[in-house]
């Protein structure tokens, strides 16, 4: 870190919570790419790599012609990344590297470079998010594109309602802004690429979610409950949900997923603007 302006991820980074996003890359990876519309030979920068699924997934996508490079700031998950890519050998189809997307850290000859410069629930976790997406304008080649998928989290909806979930919910939402982020940027995308000097071109939806008997529910179910308990510690500190009225809210829903009327909706908002200089 070079300022004390960083970002703060409320889940940190412990086995459970990698297995919950392993398994979210599972869920969500394929939509995002088909989005994004490669179609080969792009030079890609992905801010906010994680553990590099997506990452190695574009890379596949722009195949041997094009160059993806990955950012990504826990020490943690760049190792995790790195050692799944070994895994599959794919080490060798992009580049790792640790950094932090609040001060962007590129070779002088890599700026202004990039086709594509994409970033996914980056923007909610840091302090500054045009800070975080006028660096990914200037990534990008004049008439490069600019890419941001990230979360609205007032649109979550499950019905019939868990009880207690909803109260649960809006203390986690209190987590993000006690820590000074924005858990409601998805509404912003546009507005942040505008700000930037990248003209919007798209502005839309990415569907996550389920019903009972689809086959799928058990994992957004599953999904949302870790979520909720690896941020418990962030959650009670900020005083407005104890411990049990938590637990009855999580065990509530881990039974609602097993309604025959049950239906889940979340969607991250997906924005694209394009360098025009």
Known sequence: ??????????????????????????????????????????????????????????????????????????????????????EDGEERMLDLRAGDVMNLDLAPGEWGSFDVAHARFILEHVPEPQRVVSAMVRAV???????????????????PEPPGLYDLWRAYIRTYEKNGNDPYVGRRLVALLHAAGASPVRNDWLFFGGCAGDGRLDLFVNNLTVLLEGARDAILAAG????????????????????????????????????SR
């Open 141 to 159: 080649r004049p008439g490069g594109r600019v890419v941001l998928e990230d979360d609205d989290h007032d649109i979550l909806r499950l019905w």
């Open 1 to 86: 870190m070079t300022d004390e302006r960083h970002s703060r991820y409320v889940h940190g980074t412990a086995p459970e919570e990698q297995r919950r996003l392993s398994l979210l890359n599972d869920l969500l990876n394929e939509s995002s790419l088909s989005a994004l519309g490669l179609f080969g030979g792009e030079r890609v920068l992905d801010v906010g790599a994680g553990l590099g699924q997506l990452t190695r997934a574009i890379a596949r996508a722009v195949g041997p012609a094009g160059r993806v490079i990955g950012i990504e700031r826990s020490v943690e998950q760049i190792a995790e990344a790195r050692r799944l890519a070994r």
């Open 240 to 275: 407005t949900i104890d411990g049990p009225r938590f637990d009855s809210a999580i065990a509530a829903t881990r039974a609602w997923g097993d309604r025959p009327d049950a239906s889940f909706w979340f969607a991250r908002c997906w924005a694209e603007g394009i360098r």
